[in-house]
């Protein structure tokens, strides 16, 4: 599971890309890709395996202007998705 | 108006094969060597599909393995920024010849068990020794830290070992399973009086794959594929014809599936002669069935027609006699009585024939 506490990373095999053709981020995994949208690219680009899901909040939600509890929801709905797709270890 | 650019290529290196699976999804009429494009002109294949923006190249066969090109081919779709999946039966796959695959940038290694009893296995895939090379090569591919997917075709003959693979693939750390139903197509469809399961056996295997979902979580997931005779409805084969997938044949046929060389009176354009974006954007056989214009009743009014694409126009040929029909399998096809009569006539002892070479070489 996907908690605030987790240092999540992106799968052996994912890699994230911005994709030229489309104009637009995609995460490449095994023989599968997830379009993203820009929030999406956001919350990605601060995945390293060192980062805790509360620290990429607390970033988002400086960046962006937006109420940390409801960025930190997001953060683990999308991440925790992903993960159930095999795409983000915890 | 210009079509949306593919996603993904399906490179079909080669036909050559070491295996004779008897439900190969290659065509009966199986490419020579000799025929084969040159690797000069599938990097430029590569470099063109990168420039008209396909993200995913698929390296399959045949056997991809037996181009002696495949490492230079790897290597070149990295450097075109291509993510590249390689389609294996491991048969090949020694641990040196993994090292150099690695060190050209592959991403992702699929590699295929014909079942996870051993004799059953070799008797379908026709090579005695190569159960033994498949679990070699995927714990070579789990050491060089490779994302493994193990993927098991099932049929009549091995459905009823589905627990077995589903615990060989943990056993062998797959981070991903595919259990696919075979296909109707090529061979498989040559040989669907023995392959096709009873509605038990497939009603029993889509029951294991979702106990060991429920039991394994994100720790193996496993795609599923289903056979669609059973199905109500047809399935959105390639996510609709050139929508999403372009497939190169061993000799350069650009195809928008690896079964639609069976078509009659389209002519596939060859990327010896042609671009792929030349193809893809304008030639007749992507513009064909493309969208939904072509469509003929009951499809054409179908509220369904933007989600399933009419089905597969290969089966509507090898059922129908006619790939302008509906796909036989929809319920709202008037030709469903031809997947009753192929469901009646499946059976337990029914004769399969090997893969291999028709023409004498």
């Known amino acids: 599971m996907i908690t605030a506490q987790s240092q999540p990373a992106l799968s052996r095999g994912v890699k994230l890309r911005f994709d030229q053709a489309r104009e637009a981020w ?3 995994a095994p023989e599968r890709m997830f379009a993203l949208d820009q929030p999406s690219t956001e919350i990605l680009k601060l995945v390293d395996g060192e980062r805790t899901v509360e620290a990429i909040s607390d970033d988002l939600a400086a960046r962006f202007n937006a109420p940390r509890d409801v960025i930190l929801a997001d953060v683990v709905t999308f991440l925790e998705d992903l993960r159930q797709k095999g795409a983000v270890r915890s | 108006m210009t079509p949306a650019p593919p996603l993904a290529l399906l490179a079909e290196l080669t036909h050559r094969c070491p295996l004779k699976c008897p439900y190969c999804s290659n065509p009966l009429e199986l490419e020579r060597a000799s025929a084969e494009l040159s690797t000069d002109d599938w990097k430029r294949v590569l470099s063109e599909a990168a420039e008209l923006g396909v993200l995913q190249v698929h390296f399959s066969g045949g056997e991809p393995m037996a181009r002696r090109d495949l490492v230079q081919l790897v290597r070149h779709a990295a450097s075109v920024d291509l993510y590249s999946n390689l389609i294996t039966s491991g048969v090949m796959l020694t641990e040196a010849a993994l090292a150099e695959l690695v060190e050209a940038g592959v991403d992702h290694i699929q590699l295929s068990f014909q079942d996870a009893e051993v004799e059953s296995a070799e008797r379908l895939g026709g090579l005695r ?18 994302p493994l997917t193990t993927n098991f075709v099932i049929h009549r003959q091995n459905v009823d070992r589905l627990e077995q693979m589903i615990a060989l693939a943990e056993q062998l750390g797959s981070a991903r399973m595919e259990v696919a139903h075979t296909q109707y197509y090529g061979w498989g469809l040559l040989n669907r009086d023995a392959l096709l399961p009873t509605r038990e056996q497939l009603e029993r295997s889509t029951a294991v794959v979702e106990a060991a979902r429920v039991r394994l979580g994100a720790s193996m997931v496993i795609d599923y594929v289903v056979p669609d005779y059973y199905a109500a409805r047809p399935k959105a084969c390639m996510s609709g014809w050139g929508r999403r997938f372009m497939n190169i044949s061993p000799a350069g046929k650009a195809l928008p599936c690896h079964a639609a060389e069976t078509l009659p009176n389209l002519t596939f354009p060859s990327v010896r002669e042609q671009s792929l974006r030349q193809i893809w954007n304008s030639s007749e056989a992507f513009e064909t069935f493309r969208g939904t214009s072509w469509m003929p009743d009951p499809c054409r009014t179908c509220d369904l027609r933007e989600v399933d694409w009419g089905g597969c126009r290969c089966q509507a040929l090898a059922l129908t006699g006619d790939a302008r029909r509906a796909d036989p399998v929809c319920e709202r096809s008037p030709d469903r009585h031809a997947i ?22």
């Open chain 1, 26 to 28: 995609v995460l490449l």
């Open chain 2, 129 to 146: 020794g190569a159960q033994q090379k498949k679990l070699d090569a995927a714990r070579f591919i789990r050491a060089a830290g490779l």
């Open chain 2, 340 to 361: 009753t009569a192929a469901l009646g006539s499946a059976r337990d002892n029914a004769a399969w024939a090997p893969r291999q070479p028709r023409t004498p070489a």
